[in-house]
Structure formats: C-alpha cells, structure tokens
C-alpha cells in the first residue's frame, strides 16, 4: 500500500473554493490522490465531481485554494505552460468527447499528430491502443456511427495513447447499459492494473467503484477476477483504490471500501442501496 | 402600503422592500454594464489573439485550407447568384432616374461606382456572415457542449489556434476574393439588364463602368471587404465559444452572432467610407 506519510501525492487539493454567480459549487475541498492509486470521487450531481477533475487538469482554475499535480501548481500555471503541461495527463470526458468530423483513427491519433510523431510510427500505436479498448475493427468509423460505450472505448483508447501516468474518468458509465458498463469498468481495471496508472474517477454510481476495489485484472489468464485474499493482487488493488464522497462542494467522507460499506449516514446510505 | 394614508411616508426613510427594489434596480443595471464590458473585453482578447497566433508557432495549415474551401468555394454560388441580380436591379433602378434626363449611358458608371464601393463589399459581407458566421457560431458552439474544446485544450491545443485562427484567416482571405467575382458579376448582370432593357450597347456600357474606376474605389472595396470578414469571422468565433446553456444556447448564440455581426458590418461602413473618402481626397 502507498504509505502517505512517505509519498509525495501526485494530484493534491488544498482548500479548494470555486464558484459561480449561482453560488458556491466547491468549497474548502482538500484530498490527495497517491502514485498509482484510484481514487473514486462519489456524490450527487451538482456536488463538484466534474469541476474538481477540470480543476486537477488545469481546464479550471479555483477562486482559492491550491491544486498540485505531479508536484506542479496547476491552479498558479499560465495557459501556455498548461497546454503542455496537460500530455501528461489522460483525460476522459463524460460523453467522450470524440472530434465528430473525425474518424476514430484520426481522434486517437490527435495527440501524436499535435506533437508531430512520424507517421510511420502513429498507425501501430493507434491500433495497439484500439486493440486495448477491443475496437481495431471501427478504426475507419466515425462517432456518429459508433454506440455511446464504444465511444466511451475510444475516448479511453485516445486518453492512454500516450501513455499518460495520470488519467481522470468523469463518468465513465453515466448512461450506459450494465453490460457496457461493465466494459467500461474492465477498460478501467486493465489500464490500472496494466499500465499503473494513478487515477481519479468521478462517479454517481457506488457499484464502479466497488468494482475496482474488489476486483483486479490478470494478466495472465487475461480475465478479472475477484481479490483473493491469499493473494497479492488482492492487498494491491484494494488498498489502491479509496473513496471520497463529496456533499455541498466539501469532503463528507474518505475512508476504504470497508469503511464506505459500513457507513450508517443517511447520505451515505443513498449510494449503497 | 395600500392602508397607509396619503404622504405619509415623507421625510421618512422608504419602506424596507422599496429599497430593496431600488437597490436591485440600480444592482441589475451595473451588473449588465459590467457583463458587457465585459463581453467587448472577451471579444477584443479573442479577435487579437487571433491575429497575434499567426506570428508563432504551431500554425494549422490543413485546418485554413479546409476553412477557404468550406468559407469560400462553398460561398460562390449564392454571392455569384445574388451579385448577378443586384446588378441587373441596380441599373433598372439608376436608369429609371437617368431616361428622364436622357443620359442612360451613364448607368455603367453609376452601377460600377455603387458596386466596387459599397455594395459589393457590404452585401458579399452580409451574405457570408448568414452563411458562414452562423456555421462558425452553431459549429464551435456544439464543440464546446460537447466538451470537444475542453478535450481538445485537455490535449494541450490551444482552441484559439486551431479553431479561431484557420477560420478568421480563412474568411479574410477569401471574402476579398468573393468580393471581387460579386462585383464582376454584378456588373455582368447591369449589362444584361442594360442592354435588354436601355438598349445600350455592351462596348459601352463596359466603357463607361470601367473608366468609371480609379484605383482609390477599389482599394476601399478592398479595405471593407477584408475589415468586414474579420468582423463576421472573429465575431462567429467568439460566439461559438461563449455558448451558455446547452444545445438552446447553440441557437440562440448561432443568431446573435448574425445580427451581431451584420450590425457591425454596416456600423462599420459608415466609418470605413468616411475613411476611405478622407483617404482618397489626401492621397490620390
């Protein structure tokens, strides 16, 4: 398990305030987030989860407050140095946000093609990528005639082209079917358990994140399976993935899987039924 | 309020609700102030940043070759169509006034003139910012409902660059050009019109519309083309990326980046023409 007293965090918010003319939507919100570990950001709608991931990528900047990101002070950086700065980061958007005048060669390709990669070396590392998220086959297809969980597959596919070691996931299944959610969620598993990948994963659905805490991928037999406790695996994966449930904008709980599932709040007790 | 006798309020201080209602009066009136300031900032930031892009790198090449085609290959029809007609009408129109003191042979100068300063540029303008400032405005707007321009600033592009910069240099490269056809059309059409309607002959007609020409007439022509495209283009950008309110805000932002825009070309006119007029006098 990452010791946090040991490690420096690699996404860290320090009393972050944003707002609009509406109100406050996030307010004194601090958390980190350690090397390689997913961090599940729970809460009602309008409660700041996506704000807080457009706030660690630098997309947003918080009226007060602090966001570090790979020991850079994201929320002080000007545009210029963000821009840059953002290769470094995976960023998967709610809808996909797929380019639509593009085919999906062309979106998964964006990133290598803006950072002038040889074309030579493009078309292998975007159907590795396509092969990860099991869609080489829709390489030429555009968005409009993809279904809404293999755009989802694309935007994780164009989110790990470059390897990013930090990837955010803003509702990866909000609207999707449970068997295409599931998908979603061993894309999910894979790249953590592939890649390492440190991560921050918005959601209002309690279950994707029982799902990368109880399970893991194996690469081996090429499955997930569920922790075992006997296992190594086991004690990686659970201890790698915590939650944080936001409520009003602020922390209302942080604590492990176990600590969630046992929760007696009411509040709480909304995401578990 | 309605119990209290007459005047009673006098030399007292006004009930708590009318002051509120003063104050929120007073409140709205400089918040919209200020969002308007506010709005010209954003719109003066966008439109230099625009121009200030094309002095450094990267420079989206593809991208403004695929804007000059969408922008103006796709416009020459209906500036074509249209210019023909404007011709044809403006010498029915001049005409009719000329018969009267027999002097139709002057109807080539008048319908030159009229075109090469003022209505080629100003209708060419208005016709592709209906087109084209509308496109601009519903086609960066639905980008960024989508998200599209956050992934691509999440990316590390530079919106500006890749969306606003190909499009604002695209649309004044090409309206200048547009501009031209228009009016050659234009005056294609006042000949038709001329010789089926006045019986003039096409020697002549041509004759007199081009010596009716000094250089100073084109260049203010072409000094409001490209000022008129830069204001439909910017102005279609700006508010493509400002859309508030989802898909109904597209709409609503895809409109008033037309009347905004036609606004400004006209407004724009008057000025450009007392300018140019200046101009010539002092310089040529």
């Known amino acids: 398990m990452t010791n946090p007293a040991t490690t420096e965090a690699t996404i860290s918010f320090r009393a972050v305030r944003l707002g609009f003319e509406e109100g406050d939507i996030v307010q004194g919100l601090s958390f980190d987030v350690y090397p390689r570990e997913t961090l599940v950001l729970l809460g009602e709608t309008g409660t700041g989860k996506t704000l807080s991931l457009k706030m660690a990528a630098g997309l947003m900047r918080p009226q007060q407050g602090e966001v570090n990101v790979l020991g850079r002070k994201v929320s002080e950086m000007p545009e210029k140095a963000l821009l840059a700065f953002r290769r470094e980061i995976g960023f998967v958007f709610q809808e996909g946000a797929l380019f639509d005048s593009m085919t999906v060669e062309e979106n998964v390709a964006y990133r290598l093609r803006e950072e002038h990669v040889a074309e030579e070396e493009i078309e292998p590392k975007v159907r590795e990528a396509l092969r990860f998220v099991e869609l080489e086959h829709a390489i030429d297809l555009v968005p409009s005639e993809l279904s809404g969980g293999m755009r989802r597959r694309v935007s994780i596919a164009r989110a790990l082209i470059t390897r990013p070691p930090i990837v955010l996931y803003d509702s990866p299944t909000a609207g999707l079917d449970p068997v295409t959610s599931q998908t979603i969620i061993t894309l999910i598993l894979r790249l953590r358990d592939t890649y390492g990948v440190t991560a921050l994963l918005a959601t209002h659905r309690l279950q994707d994140g029982f799902a990368l805490a109880n399970f893991y991928f194996d690469a081996e037999s090429n499955r997930v399976l569920p922790n075992d406790k006997k296992t190594t695996a086991k004690t990686e994966a659970d201890s790698n993935t915590r939650f944080i449930v936001l409520r009003d904008g602020r922390v209302f709980f942080e604590g492990s899987t176990e600590e969630l599932a046992a929760a007696k709040d009411s509040y709480l007790k909304r995401f578990l039924v | ?284």
């Open chain 2, 1 to 284: 309020m309605a119990d209290s006798p007459p005047l009673q309020g006098i030399g007292k201080e006004p009930p708590p609700s009318e002051v509120v209602r003063e104050s929120s009066i007073s409140e709205i009136l400089i918040g919209s102030a200020k969002e308007s300031v506010l709005r010209v900032q954003e719109y003066s930031y966008l439109a230099l940043q625009s121009v200030t892009n094309l002095f450094s790198r990267p420079f989206y090449g593809q991208d403004l070759l695929d804007q000059m085609d969408s922008i103006g290959v796709g416009s020459i029809p209906i500036v074509l169509l249209t210019g023909f007609f404007i011709g044809a009408v403006m010498v029915l129109q001049t005409a009719s006034q000329f018969v009267r003191f027999g002097q139709t042979s002057l109807t080539g100068d008048a319908v030159s003139l009229a075109l090469v300063r003022e209505l080629g540029p100003t209708l060419t303008s208005l016709l592709v910012t209906g087109r084209c400032a509308s496109g601009i405005a519903s086609e960066l707007g639905s980008m960024l409902v989508t998200e599209q321009v956050d992934a691509m600033r999440a990316m590390g592009t530079d919106p500006s660059r890749k969306l606003v910069t190909p499009r604002v240099l695209a649309t004044v490269l090409v309206v200048p050009l547009l501009t031209v056809m228009s009016d050659f059309i234009g005056l294609v059409g006042g000949c038709v019109a001329a010789v089926l309607s006045l019986r003039l002959g096409v020697v002549q007609f041509w004759t007199r519309a081009i010596d009716a020409l000094e250089l100073s007439d084109i260049l203010q022509g072409g000094l409001k083309s490209i000022v008129f495209a830069f204001i439909l283009a910017s102005v279609g950008c700006y508010k493509g990326l400002t859309v508030r309110g989802g898909t109904q805000g597209v709409g609503r932002s895809t409109t008033q980046a037309v009347v905004i825009s036609s606004v400004m070309i006209i407004v724009a006119d008057t000025f450009l023409t007392k300018l140019a007029l200046y101009l010539a006098e002092k310089l040529f």
